[in-house]
Nanobody, 122 residues
């Protein structure tokens, strides 16, 4: 089992950047694909980005493509989400999650962090 823990959220102006980090603890972290999801008030949680076990494949929601970049750290137990050109509609609680299934399958994520708030002001 793996436990993700997010950090790096905060308040930023529109057009700015933030980098979220997710540190995953557990003996076999390398076995898990990792992803980022977000949820804003009144909306369902949505997929943002995902990265495969070895970091070679990445997947993005259309709404963030070209602005966000997901990557795995050298030790493979850390995942980053670099967010550039932020918009007010990116405001949400961002969750890191892990899956033993395919990175690109949002329904397969079983292990979730507590979330970190990202607020983008206009």
């Amino acid at each position: 089992q793996v436990q993700p823990v997010e950090s790096g959220g905060g308040l930023v102006q529109a057009g700015g950047s933030l980098r979220l980090s997710c540190a995953a603890s557990g003996r076999t972290v390398i076995d898990y694909a990792m992803g980022w999801f977000r949820q804003s008030p009144g909306k369902e949680r949505e997929f943002v980005a995902a990265v495969s076990r070895n970091g070679s494949s990445t997947y993005y929601a259309d709404s963030v493509k070209g602005r966000f970049t997901i990557s795995r750290g050298n030790a493979k137990n850390t995942v980053y989400l670099q967010m550039n050109s932020l918009k007010p509609e990116d405001t949400a609680v961002y969750y890191c999650a892990a899956t033993l299934s395919r990175a690109s399958d949002p329904s397969g994520y079983r292990y979730w962090g507590q979330g970190t708030q990202v607020t983008v002001s206009s």
